[in-house]
């Protein structure tokens, strides 16, 4: 059973940083694409970053966040600095079997339960 656990999440202020991690189990993550997304209320869930062979970024965090993983882990990590009240949301793991248009939530198979990221001003 593949599972994905987010944590890391949490109140910060602006100018801040976090570091959010997502543990996978079940398989071994660093053969797939791995990706992060955020959803904000009332707002539809928006591509943060990914990575397969490579890394890739939302126009939004370009410069600020920085994915990475840990293959003897199983994790995959989100450094985000420069925090923006905007930045505020659920933020969300996700894994991709075929690391196909990975920008796309649809591409993904299995989803973390999501940690909340605050960001005060």
């Known amino acids: 059973q593949v599972q994905l656990v987010e944590s890391g999440g949490g109140l910060v202020q602006a100018g801040g940083s976090l570091r959010l991690s997502c543990a996978a189990s079940g398989l071994t993550a660093g053969r797939y694409g791995m990706g992060w997304f955020r959803q904000a209320p009332g707002k539809e869930r928006e591509f943060v970053a990914a990575?397969?062979?490579?890394?890739y970024y939302g126009e939004s965090v370009q410069g600020r966040f920085t994915i990475s993983r840990d293959s003897a882990k199983n994790t995959v990590y989100l450094q985000m600095i420069s925090l923006k009240p905007e930045d505020t949301a659920i933020y969300y793991c996700?894994?991709?079997?075929?690391?196909?248009?990975?920008?796309?939530?649809?591409?993904?198979?299995?989803w973390g339960q999501g940690t909340q990221v605050t960001v005060s001003s």
């Open positions: 990575i397969t062979s490579g890394t």
């Open positions: 996700g894994l991709s079997r075929t690391s196909y248009r990975i920008y796309s939530a649809d591409s993904y198979d299995y």
